[in-house]
């Protein structure tokens, strides 16, 4: 049986990378996928393609720095499918700039998708979780929810947010059958990461170099994020909640790492 069959998921910027990676799997895996984000062209895209193979899907324009947006979203979940007991908050957003160079608004947009939304969308969709016998929250973070990262400061800060805001709806909202957990990426191949490493002078070699501080000597596909967000979402991690999986191909395991020779991983294999 389908690990996802008769669950209805909400998945947050999954309009590209792990995103929308999470919401192909969770449609093999049987369940009812909701495309959010901003870009309603490309949402519906994605949700037809899904339909397409076989699968569940709508699609969901929706700009998560807006209250009254995330709120229409969940109802629109809930009319066409009639329950939801999965959400993803994988939205965010990257800024690269010192800290004295942010005005106040920069700051708090940066907040409102990456930290705001997840509150927003709990709260608009708690109705609807706590009616379910088992119900599911996945929050998408980071390595920089651990550590820092030169030249976000406001990304850096959200992220550390996000692990605070996943122990207290784990240890609020147990009574109602509700588990909550973080997955924390390291380097994955995103749109979001290439808007990163654009703004550098040599993107290439700033990748190059990033990558051999990782024992693994690779970056992370959407695919491999995707995987873990789907054991959080599902009776696979029983017991489990208000903890984080790193997912970093070995990032955070030593202090200084400069890798001189290749791995298999590099080879595919």
């Not at 929706?62 to 009639?82: A, H, L, M, Y």
Request: hydrophobic share 40%.
């Amino acid at each position: 049986m389908k690990r996802l069959a008769n669950n209805v998921a909400w998945i947050s910027g999954a309009t590209s990378g792990i995103g929308e990676a999470t919401a192909r799997l969770f449609a093999r895996e049987g369940a009812s996928v909701v495309i959010v984000g901003r870009r309603g062209l490309l949402a519906e895209k994605i949700a037809g393609e899904i339909v397409a193979e076989g699968g569940k899907a709508i699609a969901s324009a929706c700009d998560v720095s807006k209250p009254e947006q995330v709120e229409r979203s969940i109802q629109q979940t809930v009319n066409e499918f009639g329950l939801m007991d999965i959400i993803v908050n994988n939205s965010g957003m990257v800024d690269v700039r010192m800290l004295h160079d942010y005005t106040i608004e920069d700051w708090q947009f940066v907040m409102d998708v990456n930290v705001r939304s997840m509150f927003i969308s709990f709260k608009a969709a708690y109705p609807y979780l706590k009616s379910q016998k088992r119900s599911y929250i996945v929050n998408v973070g980071s390595i920089s929810s651990f550590v820092g990262q030169a030249g976000t400061p406001v990304y850096t800060t959200s992220k550390h947010a996000i692990m605070g805001l996943t122990r207290s709806i784990a240890l609020d909202y147990a009574s109602i059958g509700l588990r909550c957990n973080c997955v924390c990426p390291g380097i994955t191949d995103t749109p979001m990461l290439h808007e990163h490493m654009d703004t550098t002078p040599d993107p290439a070699e700033t990748m190059r170099q990033r990558l051999r501080r990782v024992p693994m000597g690779i970056a992370l596909t959407p695919e491999d994020v995707a995987k873990s967000i789907l054991f959080f979402s599902c009776e696979d991690s029983s017991g489990v909640t208000g903890t984080s999986l790193v997912i970093d191909c070995g990032y955070l395991t030593a202090a200084e790492w400069d890798s001189q020779a290749g791995t298999k991983f590099q080879d595919g294999n």
